[in-house]
């Protein structure tokens, strides 16, 4: 029994034959882990609201807007470059995502941020690749459209370490 193997150029190839299939699959899961984590900010934001203040409940509402923002900007992509549209069953949302991030039932804000951080590493994990598949094949509509939400990812984790390190009174 022999094995092949596969040649970078192989592999590109290969990418390139399925990219639209491959990339529709990748937003999809995106836009799945964009509207979980705003339902984890919004559940993030009543509970902060009860214990804490003013700002840090308006940075979590912001976390909360930006991540609808994502997945509007993620539909639109899926729209304009792929002509489709997202998965219509919601039902899916959890088992379709990247990071399959179920809200905590924990009342506690700090291990509600730790899981939220939890969705932004993962998020950043999945952006990355998403805009090396994109740049791969030229891409830099969709590499460019990645490249801005991953920034806002990594600004909310950055965010969250911050709150976390608060919330432990290491601040």
Known sequence: MSLSFYT???YIR???ENYEKIMIETIDKLISDEWIASYNYYVGVYTARERYDAEIVRELK?????????GDMLGELLHKRFNTGPRRNIEDLVANSNCGNDPTRSADLLVIAEEQRKGEICAIKHYKEAISIAKIVGDAESAKVFEEILNDEIEHRND???FIAKLKGEV
């Open 8 to 10: 970078v150029d192989d």
């Open 160 to 162: 969250l370490s911050e």
């Open 62 to 70: 912001h976390h909360r807007d930006e991540e609808i923002k994502h």
């Open 14 to 16: 290969i990418l390139r």
